[in-house]
Every structure is written in structure tokens, then in C-alpha cells.
């Protein structure tokens, strides 16, 4: 058995692991970077990219088919689903830069060690990743999360998937089910649905998209249920029973009544948990939580040379945000004053047509904490260019204090995750929600309804 030692070992070869090793490689210190999978982590692979690929090509799918009010007849727009999942991987492929074994070479001419393999802790600095012992005087955690599975009656014998299966499945399902209605079951739904598949959302809260501001939430749910997409909530999937090729649901509503749904596949979308079993983290003395490994605002475990960044931690399951942990991780590692995370005004979106983007608080959040605010709306009905491309549907709205500070930016628009940006750095560069106002911007464009809605808060 062999035995290496390295300044930094870092662990998971996602968004996190990533950016921290190739950031200290370039100080000149010896890195390994172990992966057990694909090279590239749940979001280049199984997760943003390859959904985001599919919701653009289902986004063209839906436009070609309602093109009659723009005078186009497009009468036979259709979907190849094989040829549909080719530009998926090639997107893939583009993105990780090459195969597995050509991103492991890159990574390597860097100077990166790419070590394949199951890491587990033996000792605080020793690490055993498959027949090699690694020693590392500083060791960063970046493994991500998987899909939680419930303890459903049924469903592991009946079968699922995840959206791991979701974006390389080789034939469209006729009916599915989608269990979870938070942002990436939602994603899921529309997506599958402009392909032509019957899909029902289960959610067992009493809201969907709950992290979301509710006025903006629910009418991208009106949205939704126009295109046909059944959106159910307070309804607990119960038991799932095999019936011949199909899959036979019992879900429990809200007035404690029963109903059955058959559909041909169930996708779980309730949530994700931290891979962190493998680790053995007990060995080495690191503090987990509910949420996932316990770090400070430095992202350091109670172990001071072990660091964690990214999904691991359980905070901002977000590959931005992974990213940025990454390379705040690799530098508190070697800094002699350690910077702290700056959370202040993080950006989440859901990726759906409209897209629905926000940083900050929400209106129920603000209230909830007894905060005062002042709103802003502008509706893109009363946009040039929403009207010139013929999608109203939407607005921005922003929640500022008495002294015009951003407390929170929501918008939900076409592209409303890129409308978000000047929202974003308002926040973290403390510009007054004046600044927004004053800000002259080209016509006819939907970002102007940004510059409307912070003209008009209301005193």
C-alpha cells in the first residue's frame, strides 16, 4: 500500500472541490483531488446543466407550437428525444472539457493529483482513498448531497428515479409523478410537461415553491396549471404499488381522504441530504448537524485544519454558492486572517419560463421578524419589450427599508434569473434603491422594469 502526502487534499470533484484546488495549486502547493464518481459533481453531470440544457430545447419545443399568434405556422414542431439527450451530453462534454479521463489529464498538467476512488478518514490527517493512504497537513470537504429517499410503503420495490435518471432517461414516460414541489421538482414538471409527458406535482406542505415570495410563487403556478401541469398540494404520497408496467399511487389529502394515481414513473424530488457516511467524519472528530458538516463563518470544522464548502454543509445547496465556498475554503486554508462567507444577498432562482429570481427576504419573512419594509412593483404588462415579444406575464418587486436599503429583489420574467444581477450587487455593494432608480438603461429592454419598480415604492 502506498503512501502520499499533500498540503491540501480535497475531497469531491464538484462545483467546491474544484475551484479550492485549483486555486491553492496555483500558490505552488502540492493538491490532490479525490472523486469517487464523475469529475465535474452532481450539477455539471446530473443536475443544473444538463436540466437547464433540456428546459432551453422544451422552451424552443413550446414556442414553436404557440408561434401562430406571431404569424409563424410551424405545423409539425416535434421533439427527437434521443437527438434532444446527444446535445445534452455534448453540453456536457463542452462544459467539463472532454471525457472524464481528458478533464482528469487537464486537472493533471495542472499539477493537480486526481485520485478515483472512496475516501474515509483513518486518522484526523490520514485518508485512505481505495488501495492508497493519504496524508494531508489541510484536508477541505466539498462531497455534495444526494436525493433523499422517503420510507414510502412500496416505493423502493415499485422503483423510482432521481434526477440523476431523470436526464438520461431513453424514453419519455406517458404519466409521471413528481414528489416534492420546491424549486427542482417544478423544473422537472415544466420541463417534461412541454415534452409531452401528463405530469402531477405531489406536495405534501400546504405551499409550493415555500422559500419563494408568495404573490410571485403562485403566479408562476397559474402559469403552470395552464400549460396542463396538475399541481397538487397538501397531498402525502402514501403507499406505491407495482401494477403490471405501471406504477399504482395512494395519496392522502388534506381532508384526510384518499385518491389512487397511476402513472408510468415516479420521480422523487423532495430534498437533498449531505453524502457524508463514507467519510467515517466520527474518526476524525468533525461535527455534523441536521443540516450537514457544522462549520464556522470561515467555513472551518471544530478540527482546525479541516475545512468544508459547498452542499456538504447543508446551508445553500447552490453551485454558485459551492463554487465561491470553494475558493473561500482554499484561501482561509493557507490565510494567516481568515475571510468570513459573505451571505448577505445570495441569489437563488428556479429555472422555469417565466423564471422566478430572488435575493433576500421575502414579504412573509419580513413580517414574520417584525421587520417594517416599503414595495416596488412594475408589471411587465406595462413593459415595451415583455409586449414587443408578447410575454407579459410577471413582475419585479422589491422590499426596501425606510432609508431606501434592498431588503429583498424578486422577479418573475423570461430570463428573470438574468434580470436578477443588478438587484445583487445593489445589495452587496449597499446601493440605495435610489441608485436603481437613477439608473439610465437602453430602451426598449426588460431590465428597465427593474428601474420602474424602484421608482415606485410606495411611501
Known amino acids: ?14 462545483a467546491a472541490g474544484s475551484s479550492a484546488a485549483s486555486d491553492v495549486r496555483k500558490e505552488g502547493r502540492r493538491v490532490a483531488l479525490v472523486e469517487r464518481n464523475i469529475l465535474g459533481g452532481t450539477c455539471l453531470n ?24 406571431y404569424g409563424l405556422r410551424i405545423p409539425q414542431a416535434q421533439a427527437d428525444w ?14 467539463r472539457g472532454g471525457t472524464n479521463e481528458e478533464a482528469a489529464a487537464q486537472l493533471a ?26 496524508v494531508a497537513e489541510r484536508i477541505i470537504i466539498a462531497t455534495g448531497c444526494e436525493t433523499m429517499v422517503p420510507p414510502i410503503e412500496g416505493l423502493r420495490e415499485a422503483g423510482y428515479i432521481t434526477n440523476v435518471q431523470a436526464v438520461t432517461l ?43 415570495d408568495r404573490e410571485l410563487a403562485e403566479q408562476l403556478c397559474e402559469l403552470l396549471a395552464k400549460e396542463g401541469i396538475q399541481l397538487k398540494t397538501g397531498a402525502e404520497l402514501r403507499r406505491v404499488q407495482k401494477d403490471g408496467e405501471c406504477k399504482r399511487l395512494t395519496v392522502r389529502l388534506r381532508a384526510g381522504t384518499e385518491e389512487e394515481l397511476v402513472v408510468d414513473e415516479i420521480l422523487l424530488a423532495m430534498g437533498r441530504r449531505p453524502m457524508l457516511e463514507s467519510l467515517h467524519l466520527e474518526t476524525a ?12 463563518a470561515t467555513l472551518r470544522t471544530n478540527i482546525p485544519h479541516i475545512w468544508a464548502a459547498g452542499d456538504v454543509t447543508g446551508e445553500y445547496q447552490f453551485t ?40 433576500g427576504k421575502t414579504e412573509e419573512q419580513l413580517r414574520e421578524k417584525g421587520i417594517a419594509y416599503h414595495v416596488g412593483r412594475a408589471s411587465f404588462s406595462q413593459n415595451e419589450r415583455a409586449i414587443i415579444e408578447g410575454e407579459t406575464a410577471g413582475l419585479v418587486k422589491l422590499l426596501v427599508d425606510a432609508q431606501g436599503k434592498i431588503l429583498g429583489g424578486h422577479i418573475l420574467a423570461p430570463r428573470g434569473d438574468d434580470l436578477l444581477a443588478p438587484i445583487v450587487l445593489a445589495m452587496r455593494a449597499n446601493i440605495p434603491v435610489t441608485g436603481l432608480a437613477e439608473t439610465l438603461l437602453p430602451y426598449p429592454t426588460l431590465s428597465e422594469a427593474v428601474r420602474v419598480a424602484a421608482g415606485a415604492i410606495e411611501q
Not at 423544473?187 to 415555500?210: H, I, N, W
Open 1 to 14: 500500500m502506498t503512501e502520499q502526502t499533500y498540503d491540501l487534499l480535497v475531497i469531491g470533484a464538484g
Open 46 to 69: 446530473y443536475g443544473c446543466d444538463p436540466t437547464k440544457t433540456l428546459l432551453y430545447t422544451a422552451r424552443l419545443l413550446y414556442q414553436a407550437r404557440h408561434a401562430g399568434g
Open 82 to 95: 434521443a437527438h434532444v439527450l446527444a446535445r445534452v451530453q455534448k453540453v456536457i462534454l463542452q462544459l
Open 109 to 134: 498538467r495542472q499539477g493537480i493529483d486526481v485520485l478515483q476512488g472512496e475516501a474515509s478518514f483513518v486518522t484526523p490527517h490520514k485518508l485512505l482513498v481505495g488501495d492508497q493512504t493519504i
Open 170 to 212: 431513453p424514453n419519455l414516460p406517458r404519466r409521471l409523478a413528481i414528489i416534492g414541489g420546491g424549486a427542482i421538482g417544478i423544473e422537472f414538471a415544466q420541463m417534461f410537461s412541454r415534452f409531452g409527458v401528463e405530469v402531477t406535482v405531489l406536495e405534501r406542505g400546504s405551499q409550493l415553491l415555500d422559500k419563494e
Open 285 to 296: 472528530g468533525v461535527t455534523t448537524g441536521k443540516k450537514g458538516i457544522e462549520v464556522d
Open 320 to 359: 454558485h454558492v459551492a463554487s465561491e465556498q470553494g475558493k473561500l475554503a482554499a484561501h482561509n486554508a493557507f490565510a494567516r486572517e481568515a475571510q468570513h462567507f459573505e451571505n448577505r444577498a445570495i441569489p437563488w432562482a428556479t429555472f422555469t419560463d417565466p423564471a422566478l429570481a430572488h435575493a
